[in-house]
């Protein structure tokens, strides 16, 4: 065999290669259906794409979600600024034309649109953003929530810090989904 029998096989490999890292990610999709009662209450934000709109945010960062009853959720965001005081702002979520929430309590699919626009803007229709729970840990320790560009990442945690294993699972699911790890950062949280 020559060595340019050889480089035909190896040039098309790393063709291969290429085109395969060059393809896009698989199309994000938002979990079909969420039980809105049980994801209800505090969580923390343990890992996160960093993001203009949280810049003042250096840790201690939680939500705290509340369903209103009709249809519509209270979100209360709360985070620790460098100056160590708490920076506060309170939102609304609501189902986008599409998602409907059945009377057993179940959001279908799990999508969301947020708004932290006061209450007397909200009617206009802007500023409202996606907020997809994309993976739920079975039994509701964490989430992890985006959209479909997945320009934004959070992954919340009901407790202010992830175990190894739980970390290492997560980032599987995010290589998985497609997102790219590299601005992947690390939430500080206080323990409590």
Same mark, same amino acid.
């Given at each position: 065999?020559? /060595?340019?029998?050889?480089?035909?096989? *190896?040039? +098309?490999? *790393?063709? =291969?290669?290429?085109?395969?890292?060059?393809?896009?990610?698989? *199309?994000?999709?938002?979990?079909?259906? %969420?039980?809105?009662?049980s994801?209800?209450g505090?969580?923390?934000?343990?890992?996160?794409?960093?993001?203009?709109?949280?810049?003042?945010? &250096? /840790?201690?960062?939680t939500?705290?979600?509340?369903d209103?009853?009709?249809?519509?959720?209270? &979100?209360?965001?709360?985070?620790?600024?460098?100056?160590?005081?708490t920076?506060s702002?309170?939102g609304?979520?609501?189902?986008?034309?599409?998602?409907?929430? @059945?009377? /057993?309590?179940?959001?279908?699919?799990?999508? +969301?649109?947020?708004?932290?626009?006061?209450?007397? %803007?909200?009617?206009?229709? @802007?500023?409202?953003?996606?907020?997809? &729970?994309?993976?739920?840990?079975?039994?509701?320790?964490?989430? @992890?929530?985006s959209?479909?560009?997945?320009?934004?990442?959070?992954? +919340?945690?009901?407790?202010?810090? +992830?175990?190894?294993?739980?970390?290492? =699972? @997560?980032?599987?699911? %995010?290589?998985?989904?497609g997102?790219?790890l590299?601005? *992947?950062?690390?939430?500080?949280?206080?323990?409590?």
């Amino acid at each position: 065999m020559t /060595a340019l029998s050889l480089a035909w096989p *190896l040039a +098309l490999a *790393l063709a =291969s290669t290429c085109a395969a890292a060059q393809s896009p990610p698989p *199309l994000l999709q938002p979990m079909p259906s %969420l039980d809105v009662a049980s994801y209800m209450g505090t969580w923390y934000q343990v890992l996160w794409y960093p993001n203009r709109f949280q810049k003042q945010c &250096v /840790a201690d960062t939680t939500a705290t979600y509340r369903d209103l009853g009709n249809g519509t959720v209270e &979100v209360t965001n709360r985070c620790r600024t460098a100056d160590g005081s708490t920076d506060s702002v309170v939102g609304m979520a609501r189902p986008p034309a599409g998602v409907s929430r @059945i009377d /057993a309590g179940q959001l279908q699919p799990a999508r +969301l649109e947020v708004s932290f626009l006061p209450a007397w %803007l909200r009617w206009t229709g @802007i500023g409202w953003g996606d907020y997809w &729970v994309v993976d739920l840990a079975p039994d509701g320790r964490y989430a @992890i929530v985006s959209e479909a560009s997945r320009r934004y990442l959070w992954v +919340l945690s009901r407790k202010p810090a +992830l175990t190894l294993d739980d970390d290492q =699972s @997560i980032r599987k699911t %995010l290589q998985a989904l497609g997102f790219n790890l590299a601005p *992947l950062q690390s939430h500080p949280q206080t323990p409590r």
